[in-house]
């Protein structure tokens, strides 16, 4: 298993789609399209070039797991597209760890001071996770950021960085 920052590789890309599409669609039922998340076409502009970055865990060469971060300014990052398949979570793997600690490592090099996402109301398991690793849910009045994503009766969530 290796985790590694995204570079523009049709296959690794064909994977990627098969990912999201696999938790977010069949696993949760949430019925997003593609079309509603077309930052997943343009990876090195919309989240590498800016600042940002797009990691993809590897597994003999078939992605298995990712993770974005997306600046909202110098300060506020966004947590996204953060999937892997069931048998990579928890024993004795723990993928999510493993990415999750890519990203946050990143965003404290690079000075981030808050981390933010949002997450589908029935998902359970991943408000689990966060709230583990210290994310705090926040009502959309107090939020104070604005980014795209498909709403899904979504949770809110903040961290901040020491």
């Not at 039922?29 to 077309?38: G, N, P």
């Not at 506020?76 to 999510?96: D, E, I, M």
Request: charged share 20%.
């Amino acid at each position: 298993m290796k985790i590694i920052p995204y570079q523009n590789n049709p296959h690794h890309l064909a994977q990627l789609v098969d990912l999201i599409n696999y938790c977010q669609n069949i696993e949760a039922k949430l019925a997003i399209k593609m079309a509603e998340q077309d930052d997943v076409f343009q990876i090195p502009t919309y989240y590498q070039q800016i600042g940002g970055n797009f990691w993809i865990a590897l597994d003999q060469n078939q992605v298995v797991g990712s993770i974005a971060l997306l600046p909202i300014d110098n300060q506020t990052a966004v947590l996204k597209k953060f999937f892997t398949y069931p048998k990579f979570r928890g024993n004795p793997v723990h993928l999510g760890s493993q990415l999750y600690h890519e990203l946050s490592e990143f965003a404290r090099k690079n000075k981030f001071e808050r981390i933010v996402l949002d997450t589908p109301e029935l998902e359970t398991r991943s408000h689990y996770f966060y709230e583990k690793h210290g994310f705090k849910q926040v009502t959309p009045a107090n939020f104070n950021v604005s980014y795209a994503y498909p709403d899904r009766n979504s949770r809110l969530y903040e961290l901040y960085l020491n």
